[in-house]
């Protein structure tokens, strides 16, 4: 289905929201990324090429957000690969060109992307943001690596694939992250399987799919990471 669909449950219909060139009060465009919820209700919805979407489901109101190459403020790419959002209510939005915090009283974008300086993001690429039990922030990015953020200032530790050595990341193609109840950070990878980091020790335990181990992992892409209310962790692949 092309753009916005709403299921009814009491009438069994889709309502469709769609991209009208002739109003202003539609999707920016109809090709989605993602969608999610805040606490105030509001649905935020990250499209392939035209930008940020916010829609009041109450007054049925878009408002968009759209870089601009005039405004600084603005949003840093159009392309919106993840829209999340924090235990402080905090929205980040992953683009094409870096990771970008939304200040809501003025509609502003906190914008962080790489750099040569080793504390910056270790790539504009972004694929996933997660929200660990410590309210650690971990941003993902498809090509990079992976990224510890630190808030207070306003750095990052970057995670790395490194050849010479076997307890690193499996793949620097990061997919999704989650942590299971020892406190263990799950990374799902782009033909790497996954790679379970002990934060502690820094190190990584990387789990493959093998042909001969019927037990092993069916694939070595993971998509996706769910941990269930029995501290089972399931993979997507």
Partial sequence: LSGLNKFDR???????????????????????????????????????????????????????????DFDTNSISDNNISTVFVDSKHNLWVGTSSGL?????????????????????????????????????????TQQ????????????????????KNANSLSSNAIYAINMDETGKLWVGTENGGVSILDIGENKFTNFEHDDIDKNSMDGNTIYAIYRDKFDNMWLGA
């Fill in 10 to 68: 009491k009438t069994g219909r889709f309502i469709r929201f769609l991209h009208d060139d002739h109003n202003a009060n539609t999707l920016s465009i109809n090709s989605l990324n993602k969608l999610i919820f805040d606490a105030q209700g509001y649905l935020w919805i990250g499209t392939q090429k035209g930008g940020l979407d916010c829609l009041d489901i109450k007054k049925n109101i878009f408002k968009h957000y759209v870089h601009s």
């Fill in 100 to 140: 970008n915090l939304l200040i809501r009283k003025t509609g502003a974008f906190i914008k962080y992307r790489t750099s040569k300086a080793e504390n910056t993001i270790s790539g504009n690429d972004i694929s996933c943001v997660f929200e660990d039990g410590d309210h650690r922030l971990w941003v993902g």
């Fill in 144 to 163: 990079n690596g992976f990224n510890l953020f630190d808030p207070a200032k306003s750095t990052f530790r970057r995670y790395r694939h490194d050849e």
